[in-house]
């Protein structure tokens, strides 16, 4: 049975249609997702800021803990009577606070998994909680149409804001370094912001146009952000809560916005099973990420390690960030393939009897579809392949044709063969088409291994030089020494330009640090209510 002849490759050499951007080659990176099964919708997902591969999932009357490696449940809190909802870490990742159907908030202790507060208050549920930039309270937004502040310590209500919503608060974000400043978003379509210094609660009211789902602010803390129908908005805090832009990229509900790449990229998730990228200096979408079923909640780890999502279904769906230096197992899988039928390609068939066949299947590869270089090649005929490649319109309107066979040559080690006892007027060409085409980054590889041919096959070559090749191998040499001042010119920029950015990114850090000072706290022990809570199951 004769062996398929498999046709050059020629798509992967022609101009690609769609630019690729650093952002499209750094989210491609996005492993495979790995799936995880709950029995409800995925309310809410979290990080831990202490172990970044950690990560919990509020679903149904639990809140899991998850390990970002094993994909296995680390701690189970399950101390709820009722559904739980957006169970969220605090900065130092030592305490989880969490809301409930019944109206509660708790506070865990992650590391003994123990109720250490219960806040009662509420009259409905509550669905978004969060720490202050302090981490001393803690601010709750339930369907009451209220946004209570509570202090860690005393498990007390520090103040209360009753309504400033005519509609459930489904949404809420703390000012990451001002412990005295956050907004709330509610269902009436209204975002308001508050300042707990000052007499008036409410400083700001503002219109989303649809109901608010999600809420987030900026590292620097001059911006925060709003999601709701199909819209994302920017507000500009320092220029009095100015609507900057608009994004409306989803054609569904956005249901959650998240911080990515240290604060330089948001995502937002929806139910149009999108999750959209955006780089927060042009608000412009970068890339896109696509899921199986609506995206109700999100999270993203630290130094984008992970993107997790949750959907309406229940599925966890975690993608993990691939690192260059380390191969995948794919990629090891092929290679031992391929050894392994190579091994076999050649292994010696002395000992096996010969035996008869019926019929031989003849070979199903249609040679009127075939190039006539495929057929060349096919044959063993490199230096015909060639010279049928370097035919002159081919060479000027689709020099892909010409770079696929000198690739395949390549990979023969017959292209030195092919290029031997050739006319000098053919060298001159091979060798002007080097020149031409070696700036090219689609062409660059191949074309500098062929020019290394070339000087390889001169080598070799006892008889003196025609004048016009001579010519035609200081061109080469030209054409090969201008690319590496080019590259050298753009290896000096590149390392003035990541020396500016790194400046500006280091003032912008002392600018923004927190002004609080981090301090060792005994264990938080358990109050009084906490000890005495007890689920009932029925």
Known sequence: MQNTFIPLNIRRFQQRAQVETPDTVYWDRLAK???LKEHNTIDYLDFSPSDPDNFVVTCSVRVQIYNLVTKLVVKNLSRFQKTAY????RQDGRLLAAGDEEGHVKLFDTTSRNILRLFKGHTAPVHRTFFTADKLQLASFGDDRSVRLWDVANEKVVQTY???????????????????MFVSGGYDGKINLYDTRAEKAVQHTLDHGAPVESMLFLPNGSIFVSAGGSQVRIWDLISGCRLLTMMSQHHKTVTCLRLGSDGKRLLSGGLDRHVKIYDVSTYKTVHTLTYPNAVVSMAVAGKDQAVVAGMVDGLVS?????????????KKIRAERTRGHIKDLTRPTSGTPHQEVDHTIKDRVNWSGLKTYDKQLRAFNHKKALDNAMNTQRMANHPEVLVAVITDLLHRKSLDKALTDRRDATLVRFIDFI????????FMRPLMMAASTVLEVFERRLVAYSPKLMRALER?????????RLTTELMRLKGAMDMLIGVSMDNGEVAHKPTYVETKTPRMQPSQAAEKYVVFVE
Not at 86 to 89: D, M, Y
Not at 435 to 442: A, F, I, L
Not at 476 to 484: D, P
């Open 318 to 330: 975690i993608r993990r960030m691939m690192v260059d230096s380390k191969p995948s197992h794919l």
């Open 476 to 484: 080469l040499s030209s054409a090969i020494q201008e690319e590496v």
């Open 435 to 442: 020149c031409k085409h070696v700036g090219e980054t689609r």
């Open 86 to 89: 957006g169970a969220t870490f």
């Open 162 to 180: 009753e309504d400033t919503h005519t509609d459930y608060i489904r949404a809420g974000a703390m000012h990451p370094q001002a412990g005295h």
């Open 33 to 35: 997702p790995e799936l």
